[in-house]
């Protein structure tokens, strides 16, 4: 094992990419730039709005906040790397390289799972209990809902990311991904990976049906709590401020149910290339616009940085 690994860890990989250099694939190419860009810009504006406001220092928008934080590093992960590959024409990586966009793309999939489940419950205990929301979402409560997701997704990133380097790996050593994904790579291996395989689809389910469970019973009691309230105003205030939640929920479980649920004789390369597109650059670019344009407080909070910015010239 130790002379194989040796090997893998001196040759790297070869990432065969997405686009080709046809005048379609370099608008394709350009067009996922620009999301790249936008998703970059959103996400970094929506932290600094949050950090610099004091109407947005509410456990809401701090959870908002690491989820921003989150898709930035996870759009940081796979895009620049891919962009260099297509414009210099080396579509190589090597195997720490390969190594660490494996770690982080599974620790940030599986912290900002829990994490959408988790705010799914913030937003049950704000509609359900407002009087008790100040206690039942205290500081310490939010620290440790930040702190375990994090914990949840880089300890199951470690794991899958040590076992999967230690296999052997031979022959063309081409991944057919535009980043190291996991699947992807395992198909490379000389040994046989079927056991694994089997336990990283049981730990995929866990991972994805554990938050998907908690945002199935919160968004039931909302709803029930919802149907009990006596004003019809109140309650449509309450689902408005579940609807951008909601949005970036079938997002992020729609694109990963479809990756990682699906049996392996559905599984067809091309289709796994381009619905990770979606899943690691539009997503991540979607996010920071639903919670932004279909929220009044965070345009309020950036025309008061707009307004200081046009006083101070």
Known sequence: MEIWLNQSSADGFILLGIFSHSPADLVLFSVVLVVFTVALCGNVLLIFLISVDPQLHTPMYFFLSQLSLMDLMLVCNTVPKMAVNFLSGRKSISFVGCGLQIGFFVSLVGSEGLL??????????????????????????????????WAFGVIDGLIQMVIVMAFPYCGLREVNHFFCEMLSLLRLACADTSLFENVIFACCVFMLFLPFSIIVASYSCILRAVLLMRSAQAGKKALATCSSHLTAVSLFYGAAMFIY????????PSHDKVVSIFYTVLTPMLNPLIYSLRNREVMGALRKVLDHFRIGI
């Open 261 to 268: 649920l699906r049996p392996s004789h559905y599984r067809a």
């Open 116 to 149: 959408l489940g988790l705010m799914a419950y913030d937003r049950y205990v704000a509609i359900s209990h407002p009087l008790h929301y100040p206690i039942l979402m205290s500081q310490r409560v939010c620290f440790q809902i930040i702190g375990g997701s």
